[in-house]
């Protein structure tokens, strides 16, 4: 079946650690994003990639970082600047101008 | 930045009855699209309607656009249980590369 894999689904971090969130998609889709979600708000981009080894910051990418080494892969690396990652995030993908997008379900990212 | 703005922030219902929240947005738009996400799930498209058209079905769902107004209606008629979800609106804009913008949904619950 094709679609997007996002994992884990919850995700614990301690204070000062960086983790990595996986994002996999089967599509053929060029484009790839990021959202970050708080509880009761609407979706803030963090980075976004149209292209093989080419990835644009979002409205809110301070503290993230990304790679895009296949069109297949979008891991979006939560790093210890990010002062509050506690949140939920959304990978998507789409064929880019025009067309709608699929989400992955999700990781919970949480603060210990 | 947060292009579309819903309105209500939360609707509450019964079976049967009909369901319609607004979207605002700012700038101008390739095409808005309308996302529907049931609690701590991703987000799944729902209808997209283009600059150029005025109104969009599909099933239960009819999808106003005036972009005079900058403004989009999702209308859910017939409502369900199952509908309860978070609905959100989401813009396209000419410049954004497939970007989309979303606002802060509007909770909609359902009651049997």
């Known amino acids: 079946d094709g679609g997007i894999t996002q994992s884990p689904k919850y995700l614990f971090r301690k204070e000062g650690q960086n983790v990595t969130l996986s994002c996999e998609q089967n599509l053929n889709h060029d484009a790839m994003y990021w959202y970050r979600q708080d509880p009761g708000q609407g979706l803030r981009l963090i980075y976004y990639?149209?292209?093989?080894?080419d990835f644009q910051k979002g409205d809110i990418a301070e503290g993230y970082s990304v790679s895009r080494e296949k069109k297949e892969s979008f891991p979006l690396t939560v790093t210890s600047a990010q002062k509050n990652p506690t949140a939920f995030y959304l990978c998507a993908s789409n064929w880019g101008v025009g067309t709608e997008a699929f989400f992955g379900q999700g990781t919970r990212l949480t603060v210990v | 930045s947060q292009q579309g703005e819903e309105d209500p922030q939360a609707l509450s219902i019964q079976e049967g009855e009909n369901a319609t929240m607004n979207c605002s947005y700012k700038t101008s738009i390739n095409n808005l699209q309308w996302y529907r996400q049931n609690s701590g799930r991703g987000l799944v498209h729902l209808i997209l309607?283009?600059?150029?058209?005025r109104e969009k079905h599909s099933g239960r769902l009819r999808v106003t656009l005036d972009t005079s107004k900058k403004s989009s209606s999702l209308l859910i008629t017939a409502s369900r249980a199952a509908d309860t979800a978070s609905y959100f609106c989401a813009t396209d804009a000419p410049d954004s590369w497939g970007k989309l913008q979303f606002g802060a949904g509007t909770q909609v619950v359902v009651t049997p």
């Open positions: 309607i283009r600059s150029n058209e």
């Open positions: 990639s149209q292209i093989v080894n």
